[in-house]
């Protein structure tokens, strides 16, 4: 095997497990396998990359996790008194991500953040998750060790290992595929379905940033963004101390996250609970950013994904705090007996609001 030696401002050799004060050339050729981990410039063999995985993953164990990769299936405890939540989403090269504007880091904080958020639209708690992932033979085993590294360590921020999963060559591109599963107390998730006529509606956060960064992509594509401007797009955060809360207090009739954007998710509720909805355009938060930071056009707001913001419903009765674990929490309108949903302008006009966030396989 050929090796590429680099050098970088932290040393001679900037890669983990390697120190030159240690090593001589003779050792060098039979390098350590964190040292090859990092040099290889195509991915490791299978079976070796599971190894190096099962390693990093072992340090964020979850207890509910009694065995993980090693075995044909994973074993999860449950106590009687939970009941499982899973979830499962695709991350697709060319579809949810370039490598050209995401880093690996980015591309494993999207990957696993679109399943944890999942888990907090039902209240939950995440306990394990399980990665397939396809890789391209020409992508580098630093690329590899670095997205594997990312998810692992935000797995490990919100309490669940990485317990599982599989591993091949793709023809052509990355493909991820993501389970989450996670738990809530028996008979306790909340639902797209719970929302009643005189509920009000809510949202989390802010809307649109992630949707705005990518026109920003799309319309020059040759531009790199500092992803500090634009962290709801490259890494944004799953509420799961929200969503817990919201459970907790009962205080949500029905919830999902904005995964598909406001307007597509808000139909979500409103056909699965069988209501419609009436919506303020001025009540609706917009994000702000870039640097310096601007806000974003509304149509971003109202119909962009992927900013995994909590959507909710809630009875007139429950008085619902202007912000929760650190997060705004802001009123946009109010559930209606009639079946479908109308954005009102500040001049209380009002026309009906069809949805427009994201969809598969619709035509554009």
Same mark, same amino acid.
């Given at each position: 095997m050929r090796v590429r030696l680099q050098r970088s401002k932290k040393g001679p050799f900037n890669?983990?497990?390697?120190?030159?004060? =240690?090593? &001589?050339?003779?050792?060098?050729?039979?390098?350590?396998?964190?040292?090859?981990?990092?040099?290889?410039? *195509?991915?490791?063999? #299978?079976? &070796?990359? @599971? !190894?190096?995985?099962?390693?990093? !993953?072992?340090?964020?164990?979850?207890?509910? !996790?009694?065995?993980?990769?090693?075995?044909?299936? !994973? *074993?999860?405890?449950?106590?009687?008194?939970?009941?499982?939540?899973?979830t499962t989403d695709f991350s697709l090269e060319d579809i949810h991500f370039r490598r050209d504007w995401h880093s690996p880091e980015s591309i494993a904080h999207r990957c696993l953040a679109r399943g944890l958020s999942d888990i907090a639209a039902m209240g939950g708690e995440p306990i394990a998750v399980f990665l397939s992932l396809a890789l391209a033979k020409n992508l580098s085993q630093n690329w590899v060790t670095r997205f594997t590294r990312t998810l692992i360590a935000l797995a490990r921020k919100y309490g669940c290992t990485l317990a599982g999963g599989d591993t091949a060559e793709s023809p052509d591109g990355i493909l991820a595929d993501i389970i989450v599963v996670g738990s809530v107390p028996k008979g306790s998730a909340i639902l797209r379905s719970g929302a009643r006529p005189g509920d009000r509606i809510y949202v989390s956060g802010e809307l649109g940033a992630s949707a705005a960064t990518l026109a920003q992509l799309r319309k020059n594509p040759e531009r790199k963004l500092n992803p500090s401007g634009f962290a709801r797009h490259f890494f944004p955060e799953p509420r799961i101390e929200l969503g817990r809360i919201l459970r907790e207090r009962n205080l949500a009739s029905a919830m999902i996250d904005t995964s598909d954007g406001l307007s597509t998710d808000l139909a979500h509720i409103c056909e699965e609970s069988g209501v419609g909805a009436e919506i303020e355009a001025d009540a609706i938060p917009r994000a702000s950013i870039g640097k310096p930071r601007h806000e974003i056009? *509304?149509?971003?707001?109202?119909?962009?994904? #992927?900013?995994?913001?909590?959507?909710?419903?809630?009875?007139?009765?429950?008085? @619902?705090?202007?912000?929760?674990?650190?997060?705004?929490?802001?009123?946009?309108? =109010?559930?209606?007996?009639?079946? +479908?949903?109308?954005?009102?302008?500040?001049?209380? *006009?009002? +026309?009906?609001?069809?949805?427009?966030?994201? #969809?598969h396989f619709r035509k554009r």
């Open positions: 890669c983990p497990g390697f120190s030159p004060a =240690h090593r &001589s050339f003779r050792e060098l050729e039979r390098p350590n396998s964190a040292y090859l981990a990092y040099i290889v410039s *195509v991915p490791l063999p #299978e079976k &070796s990359l @599971i !190894a190096r995985i099962r390693r990093a !993953a072992k340090r964020a164990s979850n207890p509910a !996790a009694l065995t993980g990769i090693g075995d044909d299936c !994973a *074993v999860l405890r449950i106590k009687k008194e939970k009941d499982l939540l899973v056009d *509304v149509k971003f707001a109202l119909h962009g994904g #992927e900013d995994y913001e909590l959507l909710f419903t809630a009875p007139r009765s429950k008085r @619902i705090p202007s912000k929760i674990a650190g997060v705004p929490i802001t009123m946009i309108g =109010h559930i209606s007996r009639i079946k +479908h949903i109308f954005l009102f302008n500040q001049d209380g *006009v009002g +026309h009906q609001f069809q949805p427009r966030g994201w #969809e």
